[in-house]
């Protein structure tokens, strides 16, 4: 997978237009090699790791954020099991989630509610 940060660091930037400026990975993204082929598109990599005394259950900082976008997702009947023959198909379905979740926080916070 570090092998290829370059390449997918070059998609997300031609898809968002070169406004990523930082991204969360894995431990497993750790290393120059990686942090110079995403450098190189303009994006820094901080990984996240488990704290050094760890013991027990331990919550990865920015984890979070990930684990409660696709929660979100499960609101929507079509997204709780896989029933999509192309991939393709699923991921419009989840831009269409996340638009209409977008779009119910803007109203909210349009109403000043």
């Given amino acids: 997978d570090r092998g290829q940060v370059e390449q997918l660091a070059q998609a997300v930037q031609s898809e ?3 406004s990523v400026d930082l991204a969360y ?9 990686a942090a110079n082929a995403a ?7 901080e ?6 005394a760890k013991k027990g259950f331990v919550l990865l900082p ?5 684990e409660r976008s696709f929660a979100w997702t499960t609101r929507f009947r079509r997204l709780v099991k896989d029933y999509e023959r192309y991939a393709s198909t699923l991921a419009d379905f989840h831009l269409v989630a996340f638009v209409c979740l977008m779009l119910k926080q803007v109203a909210l916070l349009a109403t000043g509610a």
Avoid: F, M, S
């Fill in 39 to 45: 450098r190189q598109h303009g994006i820094e990599l």
């Fill in 25 to 33: 990975v894995d431990a497993g993204y750790t290393g120059e090699r």
């Fill in 62 to 66: 920015r984890r979070w954020v990930i």
């Fill in 47 to 52: 990984a996240v790791k488990l704290p050094e």
């Fill in 16 to 18: 968002t237009g070169g």
